[in-house]
């Protein structure tokens, strides 16, 4: 692709050293996590590239946009909440060690102040009123300690490999279950449209569905918020595509 693209201007995460170790669950943990975390990534820099390249003309496109960068917003809460209420509890539990995960709800805390402002942003701006300069300022505010939790996170998982493989998988699977308990309307059309199923030479199968789950989310799922989903950087069945608004991705 000629055009920027969403595995930048915020880096990816590879799972190239660990994903295929069947060693222990630690490691099938730290890579659906990885991944999970990569299409946040990619939500965040489609956001961020498209921003000063959608047209100010059209109120309804600039409505989608800010749509889109609500469901996101929706989306990260939904997640880190999960993980705050759920899954860092329970992995506190199995390994028998108080205040493990306590470093990455640090980390949660350092980049919410800004995450919240970018939400604000999102949820109050009218499209005659939408300044991108603005936008990307406010992403730049918590991309940096965002993405380097999710960084660290993956570290922190693939050090549980000490810790009972079994429990550990149990607990990730309860946790994907509560991942899965959303507006299906607003969620389900990002999750997917920001997976690419070809990452790392397509050795994922990321989320892991039956073959019909993405007609369900496309058909019937998708249809609410249909033009909030062109801002995907993937279609619906994890393809990438060209961005539909793109731009220089380039971070200030």
């Known amino acids: 692709m000629s055009s920027p693209w969403a595995d930048q201007p915020y880096s990816l995460i590879s799972t190239v050293e660990f994903s295929k170790n069947t060693s222990h669950s630690a490691y099938y943990v730290a890579t659906e996590m990885a991944l999970a975390h990569n299409g946040m990534i990619r939500g965040l ?19 989608d946009f800010l749509t889109y960068c609500q469901c996101w917003s929706e989306s990260m809460h939904h997640h880190h909440d999960m993980e705050e209420d759920s899954f860092f509890p329970a992995i506190e539990k199995l390994t028998g060690v108080q ?10 805390r350092a980049f919410t102040p800004g995450f919240e402002r ?35 996170e993956i570290e922190t998982l693939r050090g549980l490999h000490e810790y009972d493989s079994e429990r550990l998988k149990a607990a990730y699977k309860e946790f994907e279950k ?18 690419d199923r070809g990452y790392e030479g397509g050795i994922h199968d990321f989320p892991s569905v039956p073959f019909f789950v993405p007609y369900i989310i496309h058909y019937l799922f998708g ?30």
């Open 45 to 63: 820099n489609s956001i961020y590239i498209q921003a000063s390249n959608l047209p100010r003309n059209n109120p309804k496109i600039v409505q």
């Open 178 to 195: 509560l991942l899965m308990d959303t507006d299906n309307q607003r969620i389900a059309p990002l999750v997917f449209g920001t997976a």
């Open 223 to 252: 249809m609410k918020y249909r033009g909030a989903w062109r801002f995907n950087p993937c279609t619906i069945w994890r393809d990438r595509r060209e961005l539909a608004f793109p731009g220089t991705g380039a971070a200030a």
């Open 99 to 108: 205040g493990l995960m306590e470093r990455n709800v640090e980390q949660h």
């Open 118 to 152: 970018f939400q604000q942003y999102a949820n109050t701006c009218a499209p005659k009123d939408y300044d991108a300069a603005e936008l990307k300022s406010l992403v730049e505010g918590f991309a940096e300690p965002l993405t380097r939790h999710l960084q660290d």
